[in-house]
């Protein structure tokens, strides 16, 4: 089957690191995306890790493990406007398909 | 950067009345162009995909006959819901691919549809 799992909600506070774990399970899977979503506002590119490894850009990283399954977004330096929506992206079969989401609430 | 454009932002209509929403790439070509519905607070479901020149594929529980999806060319698709009613009431938004940078995908704003 395919399944898509990531925490609904993250609390954090500015200045601070957090990690967005996401597990994944989807045939002819070949990449895994993460985009953000402010509330109202349209989904923003953020990474894309087609192979094992960490992919760094500015403030966001994103890591995917094929043999596990898994990928994470970690964000460092936390700031206000990071308050949105982070929505893991696997890629298969020439789509891409969105998780739930992971709320990030910034505490000041 | 990239930019798509999609119009309306907003459309409030009657029951029983189609609503068309265009999907622009302004500055590239989309190779294709994805739509999806959002709930509020929930994820983006994939509606349809759809390429140039051929006819757009439906994921399953979409109902192709409502949802008319068109991509006349490579920087134009729109979709039409056809006879909306309430339940179709929703934020519809499109993405675009580009042949270069192909697994990053560009965003319109969304349509929010309200069906009285």
């Known amino acids: 089957g395919q399944s898509l799992e990531q925490p609904s909600e993250v609390t954090a506070v500015e200045g601070a690191i957090v990690q967005i774990n996401c597990t994944y399970q989807t045939s002819g899977f070949y990449g895994l995306s993460w985009y953000q979503q402010h509330d109202g506002g349209a989904p923003t590119f953020l990474s894309y890790n087609a192979l094992d490894g960490l992919e760094e850009t500015g403030r966001f990283s994103s890591f995917l493990s094929r043999s596990d399954s898994y990928g994470y977004l970690l964000l460092q330096e936390l700031q206000m406007k990071d308050s949105a929506s982070y929505f893991c992206a696997p890629w298969r079969d020439d789509k891409i398909i969105f998780g739930k989401g992971t709320r990030l609430h910034i505490l000041p | 950067g990239a930019v798509v454009s999609q119009h309306p932002s907003w459309v409030i209509c009657k029951s029983g009345t189609s609503v068309k929403i265009e999907c622009r790439s302004l500055d590239f070509q989309a190779t294709t162009m994805f739509w999806y519905r959002q709930f509020p607070k929930q994820s983006l479901m994939l509606m349809a995909t759809?390429?140039?020149?051929?006819?757009?594929?439906?994921e399953q529980g979409v109902e192709k006959d409502k949802f008319l999806i068109n991509h006349a060319s490579l920087t134009l698709s729109t979709l039409t819901v056809t006879s909306a009613h309430p339940e179709d009431s929703s934020f519809y938004i499109c993405?675009?691919?580009?042949?270069?940078?192909?697994?990053?995908?560009?965003f319109g704003s969304g349509t929010q549809l309200s069906v009285l």
């Open positions: 759809s390429n140039e020149g051929s006819k757009a594929t439906y």
């Open positions: 993405s675009a691919r580009t042949v270069v940078l192909n697994e990053k995908l560009f």
